[in-house]
């Protein structure tokens, strides 16, 4: 999850250049995140790390914080079925 959560930080710095979110941060409630921003984010995190966002997912505690993003994307990671 390191490494995830380091992408994600280099992903908000590139569109927050001047703040750096701190792990637990409320993205939301600092004003910065608007709802474009959201989907942004969405698309991001589904290239990304090769998950589908599927509408149950798309809760707003699922996307509050960068701890929040990584622990869904480890969910559905571990969810993904591979095949052999």
């Known amino acids: ?4 959560k380091q992408k994600l ?4 710095a590139r569109h927050f250049q001047n703040y ?10 600092t004003n910065f995140v608007n709802s474009l921003f959201a989907m ?3 698309i991001f995190v589904e290239r990304e790390f090769g998950i589908t966002i599927e509408n149950e997912d798309l809760d707003i505690d ?3 914080s960068i701890n929040a993003i990584a ?4 969910r559905k ?3 993904r079925v591979t095949a052999t």
Do not use: K
């Open 40 to 42: 942004e984010l969405v």
């Open 77 to 79: 990671a571990a969810g």
């Open 20 to 29: 750096a979110f701190g792990d637990d941060e409320d993205m939301f409630a």
């Open 71 to 74: 622990g869904l994307v480890e």
């Open 9 to 12: 930080r280099d992903f908000l």
């Open 1 to 4: 999850m390191p490494e995830t």
């Open 62 to 64: 699922n996307f509050r």
